[in-house]
C-alpha cells in the first residue's frame, strides 16, 4: 500500500504542477511508470484507486484521461462512502446540513434570478394537496436541492446533494409520524420562497 500511495501522490503532484490539465491524456504506462520511478504495478494500482474517485477515467483502448475535476464529479465520490452511514450517524448528517442549508439559502436570497424563483414556485405548486409520503419527500429533496443551485456555488450545491442520501430515511420517518406534515412542509418552503424572492438572506 505504501508504495501505491507514493504513486498516487506522484500522480496528484503532477496534476497539482499543472503538467496534467483536465482532460490531458496521461502518457504511455511503461514511459509514466519509468519517469515517476514506479514499478507499472504500482502504478496500476494508483490509476485504478484515482478512477474510484473520479480523478482519471480510463477508456478501454484509449488510453487514461485526467477527468474534468469538476467539484460535482470529485463529490459524487462522497455520496458513496455517505451511503454507508448507520442508523446512529443519521442525525450527525442531519447536523451538517442544518449548518450547510442555511448558508446556501441566504446566498440564494442574494443571487436567485426571477427565472431561479420561477422555477421555485412551480417545484413548490407541483406539490398535489394529498401526495403519498415518498411524493412528498422527492419535493422536499428537490426543492432544497433548486435552493442550493441558486446560491451559485457549485462545491457547496455538491456537498449538499452528497448528503441527501442519508436524511432521505429521516425525512420519510418524519412524513410517517408527525401530524400535518405536508400542510408544515408546504407552509415552511412557501416561507422560504418568500425569502429568497425578497432578497432577504437574514430570514
Not at 125 to 143: K, M, T
Request: proline residues 3%.
Amino acid at each position: 500500500m505504501a508504495v501505491t500511495d507514493e504513486a498516487i501522490d506522484k500522480i496528484k503532484q503532477m496534476i497539482l504542477a499543472g503538467e496534467l490539465r483536465p482532460g490531458d491524456r496521461l502518457p504511455r504506462e511503461p514511459d509514466l511508470a519509468e519517469r515517476l520511478g514506479l514499478s507499472r504495478n504500482s502504478l496500476r494500482e494508483a490509476v485504478k484507486a484515482l478512477s474510484l474517485i473520479r480523478v482519471l477515467d480510463v477508456r478501454q483502448g484509449d488510453g487514461t484521461y485526467v477527468t474534468s475535476l469538476d467539484p460535482a464529479l470529485l463529490l459524487d465520490a462522497l455520496s458513496f462512502v455517505v451511503d454507508f452511514h448507520r442508523d446512529d450517524t443519521v442525525l450527525e448528517f442531519l447536523e451538517v446540513r442544518r449548518i450547510l442549508e442555511p448558508g446556501a439559502t441566504a446566498l440564494a436570497a442574494q443571487r436567485a434570478t426571477e427565472e431561479d424563483i420561477s422555477v421555485l414556485r412551480g417545484v413548490l405548486d407541483g406539490l398535489g394537496d394529498d401526495p403519498s409520503i415518498d411524493e412528498l419527500v422527492a419535493n422536499d429533496l428537490e426543492f432544497h436541492r433548486l435552493i442550493a443551485v441558486c446560491a451559485g456555488n457549485n462545491v457547496l450545491t455538491s456537498l449538499l446533494d452528497s448528503l441527501s442520501g442519508p436524511t432521505t430515511r429521516a425525512r420519510v420517518w418524519r412524513g410517517l409520524t408527525q401530524e400535518g406534515a405536508v400542510a408544515k412542509t408546504r407552509e415552511q418552503h412557501a416561507a422560504i420562497l418568500d425569502a429568497v424572492a425578497s432578497g432577504q438572506a437574514d430570514l
